[in-house]
Protein backbone atom coordinates (compact mmCIF):
# COMPACT_ATOMS: atom_id res chain seq x y z
CA UNK A 1 0.00 0.00 0.00
CA UNK A 2 1.28 3.67 -0.66
CA UNK A 3 2.77 6.11 2.01
CA UNK A 4 0.42 9.13 2.52
CA UNK A 5 2.79 12.09 3.33
CA UNK A 6 3.83 15.80 3.22
CA UNK A 7 4.93 16.70 -0.12
CA UNK A 8 8.55 18.37 0.67
CA UNK A 9 10.27 20.48 -2.21
CA UNK A 10 12.58 17.42 -3.50
CA UNK A 11 9.11 15.73 -4.87
CA UNK A 12 8.47 18.99 -6.82
CA UNK A 13 10.01 17.32 -10.43
CA UNK A 14 7.99 13.98 -9.78
CA UNK A 15 4.69 15.30 -8.68
CA UNK A 16 4.97 17.49 -11.92
CA UNK A 17 5.59 13.87 -13.75
CA UNK A 18 1.97 12.42 -12.26
CA UNK A 19 0.71 15.96 -12.91
CA UNK A 20 1.16 15.52 -16.77
CA UNK A 21 0.89 12.25 -17.28
CA UNK A 22 -2.50 12.14 -15.56
CA UNK A 23 -3.44 15.19 -17.31
CA UNK A 24 -3.07 13.88 -20.60
CA UNK A 25 -4.69 10.81 -19.63
CA UNK A 26 -7.42 11.97 -18.25
CA UNK A 27 -8.37 14.72 -20.50
CA UNK A 28 -7.14 13.43 -23.94
CA UNK A 29 -10.27 14.03 -26.11
CA UNK A 30 -12.00 17.02 -23.51
CA UNK A 31 -9.07 19.37 -23.20
CA UNK A 32 -6.69 19.97 -26.64
CA UNK A 33 -3.02 18.95 -25.87
CA UNK A 34 -2.23 22.32 -26.75
CA UNK A 35 -4.04 23.60 -23.85
CA UNK A 36 -3.51 20.47 -21.31
CA UNK A 37 0.35 21.63 -22.09
CA UNK A 38 0.12 25.75 -21.53
CA UNK A 39 -1.77 24.89 -18.83
CA UNK A 40 0.54 22.41 -16.76
CA UNK A 41 3.67 24.78 -17.98
CA UNK A 42 1.88 27.69 -15.89
CA UNK A 43 0.08 26.09 -13.19
CA UNK A 44 3.00 23.38 -12.06
CA UNK A 45 6.38 24.83 -12.92
CA UNK A 46 8.93 25.21 -10.29
CA UNK A 47 8.28 28.84 -8.54
CA UNK A 48 4.35 27.94 -8.69
CA UNK A 49 4.86 24.35 -7.13
CA UNK A 50 7.18 26.28 -4.60
CA UNK A 51 4.37 28.68 -3.71
CA UNK A 52 1.76 25.91 -3.47
CA UNK A 53 4.14 23.90 -0.56
CA UNK A 54 4.11 27.16 1.18
CA UNK A 55 0.46 28.48 0.87
CA UNK A 56 -1.57 25.33 0.53
CA UNK A 57 -1.30 21.60 1.89
CA UNK A 58 0.20 19.06 -0.24
CA UNK A 59 0.44 15.37 0.58
CA UNK A 60 2.13 12.60 -1.84
CA UNK A 61 1.37 9.06 -2.11
CA UNK A 62 4.58 6.86 -2.23
CA UNK A 63 5.09 3.15 -3.28
CA UNK A 64 8.90 2.04 -3.37
CA UNK A 65 10.05 5.69 -2.58
CA UNK A 66 8.40 6.78 -5.78
CA UNK A 67 5.35 9.59 -5.70
CA UNK A 68 2.46 8.20 -7.83
CA UNK A 69 -0.17 10.92 -6.51
CA UNK A 70 -0.82 13.74 -4.93
CA UNK A 71 -3.47 15.81 -3.42
CA UNK A 72 -3.46 19.89 -3.07
CA UNK A 73 -5.72 21.61 -0.54
CA UNK A 74 -6.58 25.21 0.60
CA UNK A 75 -6.02 26.60 3.74
CA UNK A 76 -9.58 26.52 5.17
CA UNK A 77 -11.11 29.76 5.36
CA UNK A 78 -12.81 31.39 8.75
CA UNK A 79 -15.99 28.98 7.29
CA UNK A 80 -14.72 25.96 7.94
CA UNK A 81 -14.45 25.30 4.28
CA UNK A 82 -11.62 24.14 2.10
CA UNK A 83 -10.65 23.66 -1.71
CA UNK A 84 -9.57 20.61 -3.16
CA UNK A 85 -7.22 21.72 -5.63
CA UNK A 86 -5.88 18.44 -7.41
CA UNK A 87 -6.09 14.84 -6.71
CA UNK A 88 -3.81 13.32 -9.36
CA UNK A 89 -2.73 9.54 -9.92
CA UNK A 90 -0.48 7.77 -12.29
CA UNK A 91 -3.62 6.44 -14.42
CA UNK A 92 -2.35 2.62 -13.61
CA UNK A 93 -2.42 3.61 -9.97
CA UNK A 94 -6.49 4.28 -10.05
CA UNK A 95 -8.72 2.45 -8.59
CA UNK A 96 -6.60 0.85 -5.67
CA UNK A 97 -7.78 2.98 -2.85
CA UNK A 98 -4.83 5.85 -2.81
CA UNK A 99 -6.90 8.48 -4.14
CA UNK A 100 -8.95 7.67 -1.08
CA UNK A 101 -6.14 7.62 0.93
CA UNK A 102 -5.14 11.26 0.04
CA UNK A 103 -8.36 12.63 0.39
CA UNK A 104 -8.61 11.15 3.93
CA UNK A 105 -4.96 12.44 4.78
CA UNK A 106 -6.79 16.36 4.02
CA UNK A 107 -9.71 15.69 5.79
CA UNK A 108 -7.21 14.74 8.75
CA UNK A 109 -5.03 17.32 8.44
CA UNK A 110 -6.86 20.25 7.95
CA UNK A 111 -7.71 21.87 11.24
CA UNK A 112 -11.42 22.57 11.67
CA UNK A 113 -12.47 21.57 7.96
CA UNK A 114 -16.16 21.34 7.77
CA UNK A 115 -16.84 21.29 4.17
CA UNK A 116 -14.39 20.66 1.18
CA UNK A 117 -15.05 22.18 -2.61
CA UNK A 118 -13.86 20.66 -5.54
CA UNK A 119 -14.00 22.03 -9.29
CA UNK A 120 -14.41 19.07 -11.44
CA UNK A 121 -14.54 18.55 -15.64
CA UNK A 122 -18.01 17.91 -16.72
CA UNK A 123 -16.42 14.64 -18.98
CA UNK A 124 -13.67 13.42 -16.53
CA UNK A 125 -16.00 10.28 -15.63
CA UNK A 126 -13.11 8.88 -13.41
CA UNK A 127 -12.84 12.36 -11.19
CA UNK A 128 -17.12 12.56 -11.00
CA UNK A 129 -17.53 8.78 -10.31
CA UNK A 130 -14.83 9.03 -7.52
CA UNK A 131 -16.04 12.44 -5.73
CA UNK A 132 -19.66 10.76 -6.19
CA UNK A 133 -18.68 7.57 -4.30
CA UNK A 134 -16.86 9.89 -1.43
CA UNK A 135 -20.14 11.58 -1.37
CA UNK A 136 -19.50 14.82 -2.91
CA UNK A 137 -23.17 16.75 -3.84
CA UNK A 138 -23.24 18.47 -7.14
CA UNK A 139 -24.09 22.39 -6.19
CA UNK A 140 -23.89 23.86 -9.74
CA UNK A 141 -22.62 23.28 -13.08
CA UNK A 142 -20.85 26.25 -14.69
CA UNK A 143 -18.83 27.34 -18.55
CA UNK A 144 -15.30 28.46 -17.23
CA UNK A 145 -12.88 29.69 -19.39
CA UNK A 146 -9.78 27.95 -19.32
CA UNK A 147 -6.92 29.09 -21.51
CA UNK A 148 -9.72 30.62 -24.02
CA UNK A 149 -11.41 27.09 -24.15
CA UNK A 150 -14.91 26.71 -22.09
CA UNK A 151 -14.76 23.87 -19.78
CA UNK A 152 -18.16 22.13 -18.49
CA UNK A 153 -17.22 22.86 -14.94
CA UNK A 154 -19.08 20.99 -12.03
CA UNK A 155 -18.49 22.45 -8.25
CA UNK A 156 -19.30 19.95 -6.18
CA UNK A 157 -18.74 19.57 -2.04
CA UNK A 158 -18.63 17.50 0.66
CA UNK A 159 -19.89 18.03 3.86
CA UNK A 160 -16.68 16.38 6.54
Known amino acids: MAIIRTMHVEDIPQVQDVAKKSW ?3 YEGIIP ?3 QEKFLKVAY ?3 RMKQRLERSFLFVAEIDSNVV ?3 NFSPVNDEGKAELGAIYLYPEYQGKGIGSALLQKGINELEGVEEIYINVERDNEI ?6 AKGFQVLKEFDDDFEGYTLKTVRMVLNV
Do not use: H, V
Open 45 to 47: NDD
Open 33 to 35: FEI
Open 69 to 71: GFA
Open 24 to 26: NAT
Open 127 to 132: GKSFYD
